[in-house]
């Protein structure tokens, strides 16, 4: 019996142990990350001592973390000299697609989650630890995290969805724009109003004005719990944002400013949705678009 039982109880240890190692390749990329080892050593072969120069790091920890990344195959080695396959400068270079800052938002992430037990018993957020990048570098590389994600998926949801007829398109969180051009691409007769926090807006101006589509889209930096929405539209685009308040929130976000950073948020289901909807005096909420993954569209009427 007892051997009959050890078996579990073997199996149950060798995967608590794998779960709660799961962080170290998590911090070692994320630490490469920010340190932007990829785009560092480019298209050349290194030395840990010629990176470490370049870097202004530590030689010994140096070596410690290029080789750790060896190891998970996120880097070469050869005769001492460190490289990068074309695979992994494909997904961690510096273009538009580029995942490099979505992993340092999951690094930023990491360390929030770390603190997870002290959220539990206070039920507020824990301080936020920067990491190398400070809270702005942060900031940055969310703001360019979200549109990595964006630009791959814009596009094609904008292309499926089935929506009423509209002029003016309100793109509330609009971020770096991606849904904005999205929406001027399949709608050429269409304006937008790209509606911000001032960095968010920034970035947006450099990619509207690259995709030639300046002339149709207004601009407008503000904060969404202070400032009241710009008017004139007769679409409201509000995307990847309930999830960050509370249902309260939500109801007042929808009938007066709407959105932004909270320290209530979470997700909801489809019922508390039109409940909340319904209640900030929407009608007509239909599930257009659902998906398994944070792409399903809700749409709603403000009569």
């Not at 010629?50 to 290029?66: G, H, N, S």
């Not at 490099?100 to 630890?129: E, F, N």
Request: glycine fraction near 8%.
């Amino acid at each position: 019996m007892n051997e009959q039982n050890e078996i579990p109880r073997v199996r149950c240890r060798e995967l608590i142990a794998a779960m709660m190692t799961g962080f170290q390749p998590a911090c070692v990329i994320g630490a490469a990350a920010e340190l932007d080892i990829w785009n560092g050593i480019g298209a050349d072969c290194v030395t840990a001592e010629e990176f470490a120069e370049q870097l202004e790091c530590d030689v010994r920890a140096l070596r410690v973390l290029l080789d750790a990344l060896v190891a998970i195959k996120m880097l070469r080695k050869e005769n001492d000299r460190y490289s990068v396959d074309e695979e992994i400068r494909a997904c961690l270079g510096d273009d538009d697609a580029s995942m490099l800052p979505m992993v340092r938002h999951w690094l930023s992430c990491l360390r929030s989650w770390s603190q997870l037990a002290w959220i539990v018993r206070s039920g507020v957020p824990a301080p936020r630890i920067s990491g190398i990048l400070g809270p702005f570098g942060e900031r940055e590389a969310f703001i360019q995290g979200m549109h990595s994600l964006a630009s791959m998926t814009a596009g094609p949801l904008i292309e499926e969805l089935d929506l009423p007829p509209f002029t003016h398109v309100l793109d509330v969180g609009g971020a770096t724009g991606s849904y904005t051009i999205a929406f001027l691409r399949k709608y050429p007769d269409a304006k937008a109003t790209l509606f911000d926090l001032p960095d968010a807006v920034g970035a947006a101006k450099k990619r509207i004005e690259a995709a030639g589509l300046s002339e149709r889209v207004t601009l407008v930096a503000g904060d969404f719990y202070r400032d009241g929405l710009p008017s004139g539209a007769d679409l409201a685009w509000v995307s990847a944002i309930i999830h960050q308040n509370n249902r309260e929130q939500n109801r007042a976000l929808f009938a007066v400013n709407m959105l932004a950073n909270t320290e209530s948020g979470g997700t909801f289901t489809l019922e508390e949705i039109t409940e909340d909807l319904q209640s900030a005096g929407f009608t007509d909420v239909d599930f257009i678009h659902p998906t398994q993954d944070m792409n399903s569209v809700v749409t709603a009427r403000k009569p």
